[in-house]
């Protein structure tokens, strides 16, 4: 079992910054992989970042690569979403999730046994 509890939303400024955390309880954190996904209002739930247990590898979404940056802290069992110049259209819920394994392989959601209960990001033009 893993507890995630996510922080850092609110609103923010197009072309500013926002960081958002999210830390872990549960299993060991280096065990397994984590990941960012949002939700828009009327909207499904879309991947936009992970990265392994290492902080080695990471994926992201195309339309965040440049301005969106994941990384991980094992020492502190957090995972970190530095959102750079981020656009209205990145207005969502925020929900970090832990992977079912130490790395991940692209499968999006599915990878994923365990969610926070999310953060809304409000991004102004």
């Known amino acids: 079992q893993v507890h995630l509890v996510e922080s850092g939303g609110g609103l923010v400024q197009a072309g500013g910054s926002l960081r958002l955390s999210c830390a872990a309880s549960?299993?060991?954190?280096?065990?397994?992989?984590m990941g960012w996904f949002r939700q828009a209002p009327g909207k499904g739930r879309d991947f936009v970042a992970a990265i392994n247990w290492s902080g080695s590898n990471t994926a992201y979404l195309d339309s965040v690569k440049g301005r969106f940056t994941i990384s991980r802290d094992n020492a502190k069992n957090t995972v970190y979403l530095q959102m750079n110049s981020p656009k209205p259209g990145d207005t969502a819920i925020y929900y970090c999730?832990?992977?079912?394994?130490?790395?991940?392989?692209?499968?999006?959601?599915?990878?994923?046994?365990?969610w926070g209960q999310g953060t809304q990001v409000t991004v102004s033009s």
């Open positions: 549960g299993r060991t954190f280096r065990d397994y992989a």
């Open positions: 999730a832990a992977g079912r394994g130490p790395q991940y392989t692209g499968r999006g959601f599915r990878e994923f046994d365990y």
